[in-house]
């Protein structure tokens, strides 16, 4: 499970972590009925502390995508296809209000956050690039000249 | 995850008055069922706070409770079977015997030792017990204690710089056991240690400690994800009165040519930053003990002038 971490960013750890488990369910690379690793050993993996897997793990069930069964574990639920669609588009809502957010934060135009959109679109497409594997957060750190 | 929940160790206004070093008073819950590491600099208390809870000192003030049960009543056979101490140093006045006869020892001692547990943590750690302590190596006998502290299956670990003298294999090892060793969810580790990596891959809240006082407790990723450094370029006037009211403001000082200030709310602190338009010229994310300094120069001020400490 490729879940990473920037850990020079303000972004609280669990929602780090939480936005790209949530992908990774919602885009079926984690299929329905998958054993997730238990709290302390996912923990361990992502040198982070019990209470923020807890807290993800917590979440996610209140979201319907995980499940947890007495004495066996945290599975992946069932996720129904209008479900999905709706979970799919709102991680890349989320993503590009943020992307926008970063925009304005430096006093970008909206042509200009077009024109960037269509850059960054073409540059993926050309080196189809596996999805999630860009950097997480750096969308936001350019620096106009 | 029954463990979760409840309280490991309770100190409750603990003092201690020696010549040379006053401790507390100590107010301080031990969350049962996670890691919780005790950070701070040499002398502040750390090795004196294990030993008054294992009733080798008494406190002058306060009352202790391990495991639910109230300290200084007497020993108590019961409870000493149910935690593992590791000290910081290891005893000296059993250099003579092997190892194998101190385990012998323990045995008879500790109802619950698992002489097969014992035997794999020896095979684990490439400990040889048939070698007198005294003549084992440094991390020789700290990985023969280390598996003496968890052959009982105790509940609750003590461990006092467990990681001194260990070689970075022998250290890998340890913080793999230890996470195995909580994987049962209901046990309960107090650590002290200087080793910040340690103190990432274990702990699941920190305590900071300083000059016999508990600074604060706080959950690890929220402290490390908080806790952000902003570089401000310009002296040190013009902007004092700016940023004294960034929110979570930890410190604020001039570091020659330019303003650094640290913050415990990294995001709030962004958003403030954003708001007035302010633009730093660097900023980083601290570690430990780059956060330990902070506070341990706030703490200072505080004695000093007994205000708030962060602006000087």
């Avoid at chain 2, 996670?34 to 306060?62: H, Q, Y």
């Avoid at chain 2, 500790?110 to 040889?128: C, G, K, M, Q, T």
């Avoid at chain 2, 450094?229 to 009165?241: I, L, M, S, T, V």
Wanted: aromatic share 8%.
């Amino acid at each position: 499970m490729s879940i990473q971490l920037n850990e020079y960013s303000a972004e609280p750890l669990y929602h780090q972590i939480e936005v790209q488990l949530r992908a990774l369910i919602v885009s079926g690379q984690l299929s329905e009925g998958t054993l997730l690793p238990s709290i302390r050993e996912m923990a361990q993996h992502l040198k982070c502390s019990v209470i923020t897997i807890r807290r993800v793990y917590q979440d996610l069930e209140a979201e319907g995508l995980l499940v947890t069964r007495q004495g066996t574990g945290t599975f992946v639920a069932k996720v129904n296809p209008e479900e999905r669609r709706r979970h799919r588009l709102d991680a890349v809502t989320t993503a590009m209000r943020e992307a926008v957010a970063a925009g304005l934060r430096v006093q970008c135009s909206d042509d200009e956050l077009r024109e960037l959109f269509e850059t960054v679109l073409h540059e993926a497409r050309a080196n189809r690039s596996p999805p999630g594997e860009e950097g997480y957060g750096d969308s936001g750190k350019e620096d106009e000249g | 995850m029954n463990g979760q929940g409840g309280t490991a160790v309770r100190m409750t206004g603990v003092r201690l008055r020696q010549p040379h070093f006053q401790l507390g008073p100590i107010h301080l819950e031990v969350p049962a069922g996670f890691v919780t590491a005790i950070v701070g600099p040499n002398g502040s208390g750390k090795s004196t706070t294990f030993r008054l809870m294992l009733d080798l000192t008494k406190p002058d003030e306060g009352g202790i409770e391990v495991l639910g049960r109230t300290i200084g009543n007497g020993k108590s056979i019961e409870l000493l079977n149910r935690v593992g101490y590791l000290p910081e140093e290891p005893y000296r006045h059993d250099n003579v015997i092997r190892g194998m006869d101190k385990a012998e020892f323990y045995k008879h001692w500790y109802s619950d030792w698992d002489v097969n547990h014992y035997r794999e943590l020896l095979r684990l750690f490439e400990v040889d017990h048939s070698l007198r302590l005294g003549k084992m190596s440094k991390g020789m006998r700290r990985k023969f204690d280390l598996a003496l502290t968890l052959s009982h299956h105790p509940d609750l670990l003590l461990l006092d710089e467990p990681s001194s003298g260990l070689d970075p294999l022998a250290w890998r090892t340890m913080i793999e056991l230890l996470h195995r060793y909580m994987e049962s969810g209901d046990r309960t580790i107090l650590i002290a240690s200087h080793v910040v990596e340690e103190v990432k891959r274990l702990a699941d809240f920190i305590v900071f400690m300083v000059n016999g006082k508990v600074l604060g407790m706080y959950e690890k990723d929220e402290l490390l994800t908080g806790w952000h450094q902003f570089y401000f370029p310009g002296g040190y006037e013009k902007w004092r009165a700016v940023l004294s009211e960034m929110p979570g403001l930890a410190g604020l000082e001039d570091a020659g040519g330019v303003v650094r200030v640290v913050t415990s709310s990294a995001r709030e602190a962004d958003a403030w930053i954003a708001a007035r338009e302010l633009v730093p010229a660097g900023r980083k994310s601290m570690e430990l003990d780059d956060i330990l300094a902070v506070l341990v120069e706030r703490e200072k001020r505080q004695r000093q002038y007994g205000m708030k400490g962060v602006v000087q």
